[in-house]
């Protein structure tokens, strides 16, 4: 009998302390108060993709050093790695053979020649026919064009560099023999590289000719190489979707090398749009929805969303800028509720 009339005083205070008007104790809130909530205000943002795009180092000119005609290296000039300049000689081949050559089809030209001026001297006495002469004349045309043969593959036999570059490694030694499928060294011109690299058909209105980029290695940490757009490809890759672009870079230092990998970073301004926080948004089923705070009620309101950036989300439809939306206590709060709002008086 004591116990049940202790368990109704327990009871009957409990039920007085549950109807009183007082705050409870300690700061909380009492069954009736409105739930405190943190808002932020949708806001207008800067919004900007960006893009990485690798890219593949070429030289500006590059070339394999193959001789034109088969014969034996004579004498090779060239050191390796070293700057060369357009014309310079690199390597001699054998040439004894084409040099004679070349004197007998000179001296055959010769005689054809004398041949020709003697009877074309005659010729207006009648005493050569005129068919006859022209057969002379034709003799004489190719002679010239045996010696300009000659001349050509005694040329060849002295390898000259194209362009101005550097000497890549050699491969061959003097006396050895080379035809036209041995590569003797290579030429590559550094001094500009030409930066190959594709980006999305989304980026084909930010890429143009005359564009400044800037591009980056792990070869070299912190160090930003700047190039300018040159030339952009007519057509994409069917399959990925993507553009070639190619641009060209300074490189007076020598310090890209062909084949590098190097990271373009591109970047497109979409302009200001319309942004909430992330946590704002509450998802239920297909649909997305956030709860404005309109002078202490709660709206819930559908939003309709675009992509989402580090910490928001875009809004398309659904809110206007300055609007405040729950972003802490979206599951305390029901459409037309009260709420109260930390950290504002």
Do not use: H
Not at 78 to 89: D, R
Not at 147 to 160: E, G, H
Not at 212 to 220: K, L, W
Not at 286 to 315: H, M, W
Request: glycine fraction near 8%; hydrophobic fraction near 45%.
């Amino acid at each position: 009998m004591r116990n049940l009339l202790t368990f109704l005083t327990v009871l009957a205070l409990l039920v007085a302390g549950g109807c009183s008007d007082e705050p409870a104790a300690n700061g909380a809130r009492s069954w009736n108060s409105a739930p405190k909530v943190v808002a932020e205000p949708v806001v207008m943002k800067k919004l900007v993709d960006d893009i990485q795009a690798l890219g593949t180092a070429q030289a500006n000119e590059s070339i394999e050093i193959q001789p034109r005609v088969a014969s034996l290296i004579d004498r090779i000039v060239f050191k390796e790695g070293e700057l060369v300049e357009a014309g310079q000689l690199l390597v001699e081949l054998e040439s004894s053979e084409i040099v004679a050559g070349l004197a007998l089809a000179e001296a055959a030209l010769s005689e054809s020649r004398s041949l020709y001026k003697r009877n074309k001297s005659l010729s207006s006495s009648q005493a050569v026919s005129a068919s006859t002469l022209e057969q002379l004349l034709a003799e004489v045309n190719v002679d010239q064009a045996l010696v300009q043969a000659a001349r050509a593959r005694l040329a060849n036999t002295r390898i000259r560099a194209p362009f101005a570059g550097r000497i890549g490694l050699r491969r061959e030694s003097p006396g050895s023999f080379v035809d036209t499928s041995t590569i003797i060294t290579t030429l590559d011109d550094v001094s500009t590289i030409k930066l190959d690299f594709s980006v999305p058909e989304t980026f084909l209105t930010v890429i143009r000719e005359g564009m400044r980029i800037q591009a980056n290695t792990v070869v070299y940490p912190g160090r930003v190489f700047e190039g300018t757009v040159a030339n952009i490809d007519t057509r994409l890759d069917p399959v990925s979707r993507a553009v070639r672009v190619r641009a060209i870079m300074p490189n007076t230092d020598g310090a890209l090398k062909p084949g590098m990998f190097l990271t373009v970073d591109l970047q497109r301004d979409r302009g200001e749009v319309l942004v909430a926080p992330e946590q704002s948004i509450v998802p239920e089923g297909s649909q997305q929805f956030v709860f404005v705070v309109t002078d202490g009620k709660i709206e819930k309101r559908a939003v309709t969303i675009g992509r989402r950036i580090p910490g928001f989300v875009v809004i398309t439809e659904g809110l206007s800028e300055g609007e405040s939306v729950v972003t802490e206590g979206t599951g305390k709060v029901r459409d037309g509720s009260d709420v109260e709002l930390l950290g504002q008086t």
